[in-house]
């Protein structure tokens, strides 16, 4: 499929601005740099029935969370969701627009978590903090208006990789396991080279080398990229919960979704997997730019009501 329209508008315009590549910036720079990006991209924030700052005991410390409440009666379906950033930069506000789309769109409590980042915090807190994260939100859902037998674990890009080490963590400890998972555009496999990695490496937004950038912001050691907490695509995949996989079309990370997605799918866990075929990697928080940003929220909402509405007190 060819490249989206205006997918490319947007990247001729970016392209056009000359700004240094990230791997040449300061992690502080690149934090103020997606803030701008998601300003500029982000549809409006919509109101929602109610928005709530928390804070979550982690090891260590506390991590901060926003409640985002749609209308309707308690309890609620629940979404618990990891933004991306490459596990260096994005927070609460950046990713509200889209959130805030998705808990009127889904009719879910949706949690959005500001787990901690790296280089400040390396591997493997982030993949720990996100755990305790929804182990807390399903002991604490009934408090929060939220249904603790419909709970779903999300996250896009690095928080897509966090969702799916989560589920993992919690079919391994025996912890809260989520009804399902949807992971937008993840990262798998941190260790491996995929062909799309080369073919849309370098103008498609993310590139190649920013890749290489963050991983070595986000690790302690090279051999961290084995570890199936960093790297969900090499751990034993069966008895996970079914999962809404997305990719797009022209992203380096593309291929390895994919596989993420044949490999549950081949371990007997029920995948719907889409790509967009048009699409670059970042769309969801382009959606005030890009229609299939939009049509992106709108599709993973119906995932979540189809596949929240069977169980718990629904």
């Known amino acids: ?23 040449r910036l300061t992690v502080e720079q690149n934090r103020a740099g997606i ?3 998601c300003r500029y991209g982000n549809v409006a924030p919509a109101p929602v029935a109610g928005v709530e700052d928390r804070m979550i005991p982690v090891a ?5 969370a926003r409640l985002y409440t749609p209308e309707g009666d308690a309890p609620r379906p629940v979404l618990v969701y990891f933004h991306g950033g490459g596990f260096i930069m994005g ?12 808990t009127n769109a889904a009719g879910c409590l ?10 400040e915090h390396r591997f493997p807190t982030a993949p720990e903090d996100c755990y305790r994260a929804l182990s807390w939100v399903a002991e604490n859902a009934a408090s929060l208006g939220g249904d603790p037998g419909r709970i779903a674990v999300g996250g896009d890009s690095a928080g897509g990789n966090l969702a799916a080490v989560a589920a993992l963590m919690a079919r391994e400890r025996g912890g809260p396991l989520p009804v399902c998972q949807v992971l937008i555009y993840p990262v798998t496999d941190m260790a491996g080279d995929y062909p799309s990695q080369h073919e849309f490496g370098e103008g498609y937004f993310l590139t190649t080398e920013a890749a290489r950038y963050f991983h070595s912001l986000y690790f302690r050691t090279d051999e961290d990229a084995q570890n199936v907490y960093a790297s969900p695509l090499l751990a034993d995949l069966g008895g996970l919960p079914p999962a809404l996989v997305v990719t797009a079309g022209y992203d380096p990370l593309r291929d390895q979704g994919q596989a993420y997605a ?12 889409r790509c967009y075929g048009g699409m670059i990697h970042g769309f969801l928080n382009m959606a005030g730019l890009l229609d299939k940003g939009r049509e992106l929220i709108a599709d993973t909402a119906a995932y979540l009501g189809e596949n929240l509405k069977g169980y718990g007190n629904s």
């Open 262 to 273: 044949r490999k549950l799918a081949v371990a007997g866990v029920r995948v719907d997997y």
């Open 1 to 23: 499929m060819a490249l989206d329209p205006q997918a490319k508008a947007l990247l001729d315009f970016l392209n056009s601005q000359k700004a240094p590549p990230v791997e």
């Open 91 to 102: 927070d609460l506000d950046d990713w509200d627009p889209p959130l805030r789309e998705l």
């Open 60 to 64: 260590g410390g506390e991590i901060g």
């Open 110 to 119: 949706v949690v959005s978590v500001a787990y901690r980042l790296a280089p």
């Open 35 to 37: 803030k701008l990006l």
